[in-house]
């Protein structure tokens, strides 16, 4: 199949060429109403779990500074066999994951 080179290429324009509309008014209330943003109900839960993940901190400051202190001192402990376990948790999860996009 042959291309053409029939089209004209599309110069561009600016909508209103950067004119204000003068017909309404802003003040009106048919004019507010268009305004107006409505949530869907999962915007409005979204908003909600922000907030009170805002509001209560996920991370436990006095534990970080506790681990924080261990650590400078020297006798923070690593629990190796809890380690090894969450991370096979981890690649078991993960591979479970893959099988089902699969």
Do not use: Y
Not at 5 to 13: A, C, E, G, S
Not at 44 to 49: A, G, P, R
Not at 88 to 93: A, D, F, N, Y
């Amino acid at each position: 199949m042959k291309i053409d080179k029939l089209l004209q290429p599309v110069t561009t324009v600016s909508v209103n060429e950067g004119k204000r509309r003068t017909d309404v008014d802003p003040l009106s209330s048919s004019s507010s109403q268009a305004n107006n943003v409505h949530l869907s109900s999962n915007a409005t839960k979204l908003q909600d779990i922000n907030n009170d993940s805002a509001s209560n901190s996920i991370v436990d400051s006095t534990r970080v500074q506790e681990i924080k202190q261990a650590i400078s001192e020297g006798n923070f402990q690593i629990n190796a066999g809890a380690v090894a376990d969450k991370l096979l948790e981890t690649v078991r999860e993960l591979i479970e994951s893959k099988k089902g996009t699969n």
